[in-house]
């Protein structure tokens, strides 16, 4: 059966090949992008697929400095039949195949995780590159690629933000990138205007709040097993740290949009958990009607705190969702208020 599964994997590696350059000519609106942790002189990459679409198969080369780095293992986030790693002269080649008639995975997706041993101090790289998306009726497109930046145990991404130029929040965005907490897709952009899920922010969030040495609780939300792995950490710690809560029918909802409701909610939280609880003063935006009575007090805090602003207009927007440039400026605020 291995042979078999081998030889199939074999075939599917070959026709990445023709059809990619079938599709060379489109570009692919999936991006890669790469996370690191460090734990003493032990560096875990994780290369993630962004706006995967029926992602069947894929094919990628990590390269590193071996004179900095010693490879140690690698390993796929996904379902399915992956090859041993190729390694030679600081390149590793990973590919991961699905089997049978099945759909490929969409959204956000793990790729691989590459496990590197430090050797001595400075500065080093780690990047992912000739990316190859194959989808469940075998067209492939190229993906982009994407740099890790390893300075003495702090990681950083380089990616050059191409579509923040003139933008109300570029000054905002361009000092979160350079902090670290937030970093623009592979494909160089940073989708300023894209909204958050409740996921997404909650990561943003934590990642530049810092970890907290207090205890931690499993999650026991009904849709846990839907929080992707990489998340899981970051949600963990809001829910422990009072910032977030589930929904009143148990679910946490990791797919949903954040509300600039929920966000003023989770900021205020952040700073004091019980401080819009004492707050009874009013907000002064022009559509104080619309806010819901449990936002009211948060929404109150963050404006008196200048954490939030009203959209055009003096609006709040209760219940409009938040985009990636609304996050930054309140995480921004945030740390400024710490």
């Given at each position: 059966m291995?042979?078999?599964?081998?030889?199939?994997?074999?075939?599917?590696?070959?026709?990445?090949?023709?059809a990619s350059q079938a599709q060379a000519a489109a570009e692919a609106a999936s991006s890669i992008s790469l996370k690191s942790a460090v734990n003493?002189?032990?560096?875990?990459?994780?290369?993630?697929?962004?706006?995967?679409?029926?992602?069947?198969?894929?094919?990628?080369?990590?390269?590193?400095?071996?004179?900095k780095l010693v490879y140690l293992s690698a390993s796929s986030g996904a379902s399915g039949f992956g090859v041993d790693p190729i390694v030679k002269n600081g390149n590793i080649r990973i590919a991961h195949t699905k089997v049978g008639k099945i759909a490929g995975d969409n959204g956000t997706k793990e790729l691989a995780s590459i496990k590197f041993k430090r050797l001595g101090s400075g500065t080093t790289s780690v990047s992912v590159h000739d990316v190859k998306l194959v989808d469940s009726k075998l067209y492939a497109a190229a993906a982009g690629k994407a740099e890790l930046s390893?300075?003495?145990?702090?990681?950083?991404?380089?990616?050059?933000?191409?579509?923040?130029?003139?933008?109300?929040?570029?000054?905002?965005?361009?000092e979160a990138v350079r902090q670290?907490?937030?970093?623009?897709?592979?494909?160089?952009?940073?989708?300023?205007?894209?909204?958050?899920?409740?996921?997404?922010?909650?990561a943003m969030l934590i990642r530049a709040l810092g970890e907290s040495s207090g205890s931690s609780q499993p999650l026991k939300f009904t849709d846990v097993q839907q929080i992707p792995s990489w998340a899981r950490p970051f949600v963990e710690a809001a829910v422990n740290r009072g910032i977030m809560n589930g929904y009143a029918n148990g679910s946490f909802g990791p797919g949903k949009l954040i509300t600039r409701a929920e966000m003023a909610a989770m900021a205020i939280r952040s700073l004091n958990p019980a401080e819009a609880v004492r707050n009874s003063d009013q907000p002064s935006f022009?559509?104080?009607?619309?806010?819901?009575?449990?936002?009211?007090p948060y929404a109150a805090a963050a404006e008196q705190k200048g954490i939030m602003k009203g959209r055009i207009g003096n609006m709040f927007a209760p219940s409009?969702?938040?985009?990636?440039?609304?996050?930054?400026?309140?995480?921004?605020?945030?740390?400024?208020r710490q």
């Open positions: 291995l042979k078999k599964i081998t030889a199939v994997f074999g075939l599917m590696l070959g026709f990445i090949w023709f003493g002189q032990e560096i875990t990459v994780l290369v993630t697929g962004n706006d995967l679409k029926d992602l069947y198969a894929y094919d990628l080369i990590i390269s590193y400095d071996p004179g390893i300075d003495n145990g702090i990681t950083s991404t380089t990616v050059a933000l191409k579509d923040i130029e003139g933008h109300w929040a570029k000054d905002s965005i361009q670290g907490w937030v970093t623009g897709y592979a494909n160089g952009t940073f989708l300023p205007n894209k909204e958050v899920t409740r996921t997404e922010f909650a022009a559509d104080n009607n619309r806010i819901p009575a449990w936002a009211k409009a969702h938040a985009t990636r440039a609304e996050a930054v400026v309140v995480i921004l605020a945030l740390l400024q």
